[in-house]
């Protein structure tokens, strides 16, 4: 029997290639679009999977359970938060994901966005068409404008994304705190950096620009009581995951001048609904959830998820595996 891969959902215009480089191989390829689709949808779809790829399908314990072939998900992004990750490890199925296709294009979001923040680049828009309409100058509404050089950059979270980030900036003159319990004695070396924690980071950070992942312990990191932390001329910058931070109380933090502004690429629901609490506000810059794309890394991506389809072929290890305990021992290294 052939080996049989399923695509539950895609954003990539076509999957022609895909489908040409599979079937040249005599592996049996499938692809839907099961996005807001039901469970039962999903696992008919899917059932007979020997290797399932998802985008933002949500692969629950309904789903798992329904598969009869399923040895490997590849989830297509850098975060699997839609992925049951225990009930895969239960079912004793790999989970592989793609951290680093992207990784240039996020930091290069994220700087964007901190310098858009700081230059006030949303209001001097405005201000150009009011000052066009008038036939003079006014900039009243964009003042007071600070220096970059010499402000506090706070990164929270300094994984592939947020030390990039770091690095590209680290000769622009920005003092830096770096938050990430989990980075190693030997990495802070490698960076030549020390880290703080999160409460320093709050209270001194002039921009917080957020590179971790979501997890339980990260979920709402942003809150009321975080954000009261912040300075009110300070800029909050998220390109990680939406629930990260709770949008209506940034939104009022920002409403009452507590807080100068925010630049967000990320939602807990995407599209957001029209109802999002930060549509709207004179200083929040919204974007797409297109930090992840360029020409380059969408194409990227799409060679790396065929060569872990390869590596499965060959009896090979996911390159980049989450709960790698499923793996038989002579397949994890």
């Known amino acids: 029997m052939p080996i049989k891969v399923v695509v539950t959902d895609f954003i990539e215009p076509d999957l022609v290639r895909e489908t040409e480089e599979l079937g040249s191989k005599g592996i049996d390829f499938a692809f839907h679009q099961l996005k807001f689709q039901s469970p039962e949808t999903v696992i008919e779809a899917t059932r007979e999977a020997d290797v399932v790829v998802v985008n933002m399908v949500p692969i629950t314990e309904q789903v798992i359970q329904g598969w009869t072939r399923c040895k490997l998900v590849i989830r297509h992004g850098t975060g699997y938060d839609n992925v049951d990750t225990r009930s895969l490890t239960q079912a004793g199925i790999p989970l592989c994901y793609i951290p680093d296709y992207c990784t240039e294009e996020v930091a290069e979001q994220a700087i964007s966005?901190?310098?858009?923040?700081?230059r006030r680049l949303q209001r001097s828009s405005r201000v150009l068409k009011d000052s066009s309409a008038r036939g003079e100058w006014d900039f009243s509404e964009i003042t007071p404008i600070?220096?970059?050089?010499?402000?506090?950059?706070?990164?929270l979270g300094c994984g592939r994304i947020g030390s990039r980030v770091y690095l590209k900036l680290k000769n622009f003159g920005f003092r830096f705190l770096i938050c990430d319990p989990y980075l190693t004695e030997a990495r802070k070396q490698e960076l030549g950096i020390e880290t703080v924690d999160k409460e320093q980071l709050f209270r001194e950070s002039d921009f917080i620009s957020i590179h971790t992942l979501l997890t339980?312990?990260?979920?709402?990191i942003v809150n009321r009581e975080t954000l009261a932390l912040m300075k009110p001329t300070a800029y909050l910058i998220n390109t990680a995951r939406g629930p990260l931070l709770d949008?209506?109380?940034l939104a009022e933090a920002i409403k009452a001048g507590k807080l100068a502004g925010a630049a967000i690429d990320v939602?807990?629901?995407?599209?957001p609904e029209s109802t999002y609490p930060l549509f709207g506000l004179p200083d929040v810059i919204l974007t797409p959830h297109i930090s992840w794309y360029s020409e380059d890394s969408g194409w990227r991506i799409r060679e790396i998820i065929l060569l872990e389809i390869q590596r499965f072929t060959q009896g090979l290890p996911p390159r980049f595996v989450v709960n790698p305990e499923v793996l038989p021992t002579e397949r994890k290294g």
Not at 113 to 118: F, H, S, T
Not at 216 to 220: A, M, V
Not at 267 to 271: A, D, F, L, N, Q
């Open 113 to 118: 966005l901190v310098m858009a923040c700081g």
């Open 216 to 220: 339980e312990e990260t979920r709402n």
């Open 267 to 271: 939602y807990g629901k995407e599209p």
């Open 247 to 249: 949008p209506l109380a």
């Open 146 to 155: 600070y220096r970059m050089a010499g402000r506090t950059l706070g990164i």
